[in-house]
């Protein structure tokens, strides 16, 4: 039998060429699953279209070459952001989601206090452009630089900071008038 | 003053955690990524190409073999134009004078008109 599963890490395969590609492709998925969820999360604003675009994402790089790529992470996160995007202008045109659709955090990892402060940070968020909502994203919750973001999502670095400071101010502005 | 602020939303950014992926996805994508055929576009793509060049290759030996066929007809070798044409020796002096038969010919079709 051709088949064989990655299930649980125990590949049962004949081929050492598919097992070490579906080992490899675990290890990348464990090492930065996280930081491609978030980014598309941030983007889609739905988690259903988010896991819909990380299997994408994860699929397209288990047929990838990696020897030919410098930064797994940057290169997955450019891909991420390119399904994202696409998916996004798909989804205009068949079913656009409605701003309060979108779940950023996870209420259920959060104390009641928390829940509160995501729930106004949410609707922040809600707020700003997909543009602006990757930036804050790949710099708070994946410390990248500035120039870092600008080659991932292939903008000037000066657009990129400009994003940041408009989503940080509205942010902090929207965050002052839902405080109780 | 700004920078202050600004690390004051980003404390509060980074104290909520964001959603994770749920774990079954990982299973499905892994499994999606085992499943064998995944280069059969490619093979596909392969076998198109070569019946085409195939096809192209039986193209231009019936067109060549008719163009032998109406020459044949033309000059008068019967076996020729059953197709039972022998090995040419020659093939530069035979092409040479097929040309100046055909030239000889078209200028009697001419003529005729």
Redesign the interface.
């Known amino acids: 039998m051709d088949a064989f599963s990655c299930a649980e890490d125990s590949v049962e395969t004949d081929r050492p060429a598919a097992r070490r590609a579906c080992a490899s492709l675990a290890e990348l998925y464990d090492e930065h699953a996280r930081a491609v969820y978030r980014l598309l999360l941030a983007i889609l604003g739905s988690a259903e279209d988010a896991q819909d675009a990380m299997s994408e994402v994860f699929l397209k790089a288990a047929r990838q070459d990696w020897r030919r790529v410098r930064n797994p992470r940057a290169y997955l996160l450019a891909s991420a952001r390119h399904q994202a995007i696409s998916m996004l202008r798909r989804r205009k045109r068949e079913r656009p989601v409605a701003p309060s659709d979108i779940r950023f955090f996870d209420a259920g990892n959060l104390d009641p206090e928390h829940v509160a402060l995501a729930h106004r940070v949410e609707a922040a968020l809600r707020e700003l452009p997909p543009e602006q909502r990757e930036v804050v994203v790949l710099k708070v919750y994946e410390g990248l630089t500035f120039a870092e973001i600008a080659a991932i999502t292939r903008a000037r670095l000066n657009t990129v900071a400009s994003r940041y400071r408009y989503a940080v101010e509205r942010l902090r502005r929207a965050l002052k008038e839902l405080s109780p | 003053m700004i920078h202050h602020?600004?690390a004051?939303?980003?404390e509060?950014?980074?104290?909520?955690?964001?959603?994770?992926?749920?774990d079954e996805?990982?299973?499905?994508?892994?499994?999606?990524?085992?499943?064998?055929g995944?280069s059969g576009r490619a093979w596909k793509r392969g076998l198109a190409y070569a019946l085409g060049l195939l096809a192209l290759v039986a193209l231009d030996v019936a067109v060549d073999s008719a163009q032998s066929a109406r020459i044949s007809q033309l000059i008068g070798d019967g076996r020729r134009a059953a197709g039972a044409a022998g090995p040419v020796r020659f093939p530069l002096r035979a092409f040479r004078e097929r040309q100046a038969m055909l030239l000889v010919m078209m200028e009697g079709e001419g003529r005729m008109r």
């Open positions: 602020e600004d004051e939303v980003e509060t950014l980074r104290s909520l955690s964001p959603a994770r992926p749920p996805l990982r299973q499905r994508i892994l499994r999606a990524a085992a499943r064998p995944g």
